[in-house]
């Protein structure tokens, strides 16, 4: 069949056109197929005891995508009752890591003479490196656990250490995935978002970046002085400024820069900035008294300016440097700062 419906057809409907109906619904992974995942809060792993062989997992539900044909659809499991779970004894002299997952049997797919979601331990392999155990199909991550050599019911495995959490998280179509586990982490296409602890980040279509970058100030205390009658990023007893700062999607910043300023004579000073790529290459913004915080006049006074800059690569880095000039024999320059803001 090349197009299905759900709940429509007076001829009956098949187990696939009711798993393909409900996921619907669901962040998607592909024209046909939604992403695996667990609703939050749940499947929560712990040792039964510090140091035996067995664990119990805590109820919870998740999103079992078959593995085998996208037409397949996917399956809803629920864990409803606490479950305990007994790993196998570890190898003589070897460690090995094994793989709690929720694996979904279907003989229409994989010929096993069943249909059932069962918890299922796969075992990793003996090895003085090991590493974890390739997953079957239809089955979706919840943790691996490593387990020592020698582990037995008399000195089982160290729960507090050996437990990695794998699980990943399931939102509906269009919500904004909680970060999590690390199994399958890649976006599913470009603009999706997710919570990565607090701060949202979109997937480009190579990589999870951060939506908004993080403000990035710095600011230095240091009295430092030049004579220098042109922009100079150096000054006499005080070390150089810089920030550095990620580009945001939207291609522009807002960067503020300020100082105190005092200058023999009454000449003041010239407070600026320049701006390059992280890696290297030409400015972006050269030190000039049209993006500097200027003052003029006797004593001293903090000053401060600002200014967007955009048409930045977005996920580049990039470095501010302060610059400075004189305005009179020699200035004094103090309590600088220079902020850059990420815009929306």
């Known amino acids: 069949m090349t197009t299905r419906s759900a709940w429509h057809l007076p001829t009956g409907q098949t187990r696939e056109d009711t798993r393909l109906a409900m996921s619907l619904g669901m962040a998607s992974s592909g024209p046909l197929t939604a992403r695996g995942g667990c609703a939050v809060g749940g499947l929560q792993l712990t040792g039964s005891a510090a140091s035996s062989m067995q664990a119990r997992l805590s109820p919870g539900r998740l999103w079992v995508p078959g593995g085998s044909a996208a037409a397949q659809g996917g399956y809803p499991v629920t864990v409803d009752a606490d ?37 299922e331990i796969v075992q990793g392999t003996p090895a003085s490196a090991p590493v974890p155990p390739a997953l079957p199909k239809s089955a979706e991550l919840l943790y691996e656990v490593s387990v020592a050599a020698g582990a037995s019911a008399a000195r089982g495995i160290t729960w507090a250490t050996a437990v990695a959490d794998r699980r990943r998280y399931t939102a509906a179509l269009g919500g904004i995935l909680p970060a999590g586990g690390g199994h399958g982490a890649q976006g599913a296409y470009a603009g999706q978002y997710r919570d990565a602890g607090g701060r949202l980040e979109r997937w480009d279509g190579g990589q999870w970046r951060q939506y908004i970058p993080d403000a990035m100030l710095k600011r230095s205390s240091a009295l430092g002085h030049t004579a220098s009658t042109t922009y100079t990023e150096a000054l006499t007893d005080a070390g150089p400024l810089t920030v550095e700062f990620t580009a945001p999607p939207s291609t522009w910043v807002h960067i503020s ?11 003041g000073g010239f407070f600026s900035v320049n701006v390059r790529p992280l890696a290297g290459g030409a400015l972006l913004v050269t030190a000039s008294d049209d993006v500097a915080a200027v003052y003029t006049g006797a004593g001293s006074a903090s000053v401060f300016t600002n ?38």
């Open 83 to 119: 479950t305990q779970l007994t790993f196998a004894d570890g190898h003589a002299t070897l460690p090995r890591i094994d793989a709690l997952v929720v694996r979904v049997y279907d003989a229409d797919y994989d010929a096993s003479g069943r249909y059932e979601a069962v918890l």
């Open 257 to 267: 820069v300020g100082a105190r300023i005092a200058g023999e004579g009454g000449g």
């Open 307 to 344: 200014f967007p800059l955009g048409r930045l690569t977005p996920g580049v880095k990039y470095i501010a440097t302060a610059a400075h000039k004189a305005g009179s024999p020699k200035t004094w320059y103090d309590s600088r700062f220079i902020r850059v803001d990420p815009v929306a």
